[in-house]
């Protein structure tokens, strides 16, 4: 785990403000805002929605707790706080509700806890803890719920702590003691809370910064594909000359890949080479031509591509992935189907990349495919991939030894694997003093 933070871009890489939150480069914020926004929107419907069910909600308890008091109290709930809500809620589908979102977010929430407080100090003293506990919720909907911004749901719950302050002491005028006690659990959820929020905004920015690179790279790759081609057409007296360089600028492109791969999973660093290695040898093994071995080469050391869609912190998760966290793994070779589908190879290199999980079988993923529906390449590439995957150390246990591995396909030797596969395999392995290059 510690391998995995380390790798992870922190404030100095992405330039962000420790105390505000924000990008230092106006550009990267402005995109950070939009982005965010548009992701968050129906968090705030849906949060402000929750609030307005629990404000309404409690109107029940003012008939039990305050039933001399019931109408004022409604007044200000159902007259003045709840109208406020569904303007936000409707107001929300305005196009142009970006431009004064955090605006109208802070003057709704500061509205909704001075609300709390007049009711805390309508009735006789002492009041009811629950309309104490309201509070402390609504500091929670800051914080957490609303999709606030850090340094506005900060500036907006300490204000309405300081508000708190000014009406214990010098309009209600409550003991010492209680407000010292009240202060305990104000200041302790705003502390809690800042925390959380910071939590949520710096993750939420950090992903969005390493999605940037990501996108940035597939730029770069789709530029280098165009030039590739415009190069081809023009340079058609020395296609050999211009495969040559073709080639190179694949293997670049997917080496530049890989690494964007494995700054997002350091546990397997090295494991798409490694595949790449075993999976020639046992080609040459099986005397396939020289071009179907480049293109099985290439297929290798990129059939992980995808798991750049998959998140940070499933990647490195040590305990067992539950159904939810399965299925998103799962999807890595379709995402990689789909990277590679636009990048015009001289190999169905998309395709060994959306089979590489397929099991005779057919118990595999992602379409079930069964015995000669899948392709030699293909076969070639699973085997190697399961077993390099045994041998090497993952975030949820040791690595397990070559030994392990062959049992795996020995085991499962004509049902999941290819017989001729696993059986070159073995014989790399037992007799030809194969081994991983973990150098690599």
Known sequence: MTETMKALPGFKVMKLNPFTLTFKEKDVENEYIIDYHRKSINQVRISFFMALALYAFYAILDIHIMPELKNIIWLIRFGGILPIGLLVIVSSYDKHFDNY???????????????????????????????????????????????????????????????YQYVSHFIMNSPAEIISNNNIFFISTNIIGMFGSFSLEFYSRRDFYITKIIDNQRIILDDMNKTLEIRVIEQTKKLEIAN??????????????????????????GHQKRVGELAKAIAEEMKLDEDRIKGLVFAAE??????????????????????????LIERHSKAGYDILSKIDFPWPIADFVLQHHEKLDGSGYPNGLKGDEILLETKILTVADVMEAITSRRPYRVALGVEKGLEELINNKNILYDGKVVDVCLYLFRQANYSFDYSV
């Open 244 to 269: 040559l360089k073709l080639e190179d600028l694949l293997a670049d492109s997917i080496a530049g890949l890989s690494s964007v791969v494995e700054l997002r999973d350091p546990y397997t660093v």
């Open 101 to 163: 979102r955090e605006l109208t977010l802070s003057f709704a929430l500061l509205l909704y806890g001075i609300g709390i407080l007049i009711m805390i100090m309508l009735p006789p003293q002492p009041i009811d803890f629950v309309y104490y506990a309201s509070l402390i919720v609504t500091f929670i909907f800051i914080y957490i719920f609303t999709g606030f911004r850090f340094i506005y749901a900060s500036v907006c719950s300490i204000t309405l702590l300081l508000i």
């Open 302 to 327: 990129s059939h992980d591509f995808g798991k750049i869609l998959i998140p940070l912190e499933i990647l490195a998760k040590r305990d067992k992935l539950n159904m939810y966290e399965k299925k």
